[in-house]
């Protein structure tokens, strides 16, 4: 597994385990698409439905030049998010909540060498 695949299966796992204790239900992880995939399908303790993006990065030592895994989440991939969670819905609209629709959602974790993860989650983005 490369390096950045190994961040990254870490930071979807760290994320779920975060979801889990702030009361979400994970429904599905690494739904994938050709057009797009979508990391983590949860229910949220209200019972919205939330497609979860979670970006990863490690950070060594006291790096200069401060990188934050918000940066990583272009226009296009949330185009593609969208259009992925819209087909989702459609296929799974029993897992929607009338009242309450669905999101996407933005978990970002910084791994630290000598910390605990920074982890900021970004809800309805």
Not at 25 to 33: A, E, G, L, P, S
Not at 91 to 104: F, S, T, V, Y
């Amino acid at each position: 597994m490369k390096n950045t695949s190994a961040t990254g299966q870490l930071g979807e796992d760290l994320a779920c385990e975060y979801l889990k204790e702030g009361g979400y239900k994970v429904i599905d992880r690494n739904f994938r698409k050709p057009w797009g995939e979508l990391d983590i399908i949860a229910k949220s303790k209200g019972g919205v439905l939330v497609f979860v993006e979670v970006k990863t990065i490690r950070q060594y030592g006291n790096a200069a030049i401060e990188i934050v895994p918000e940066d990583n989440l272009t226009s296009a991939k949330l185009k593609k998010l969208q259009r992925t969670a819209q087909m989702f819905v459609g296929k799974h609209p029993e897992l929607i909540n009338d009242d309450r629709g669905w999101q996407i959602d933005l978990i970002a974790i910084t791994l630290l060498d000598d910390a605990e993860p920074k982890i900021t989650h970004y809800e309805n983005i």
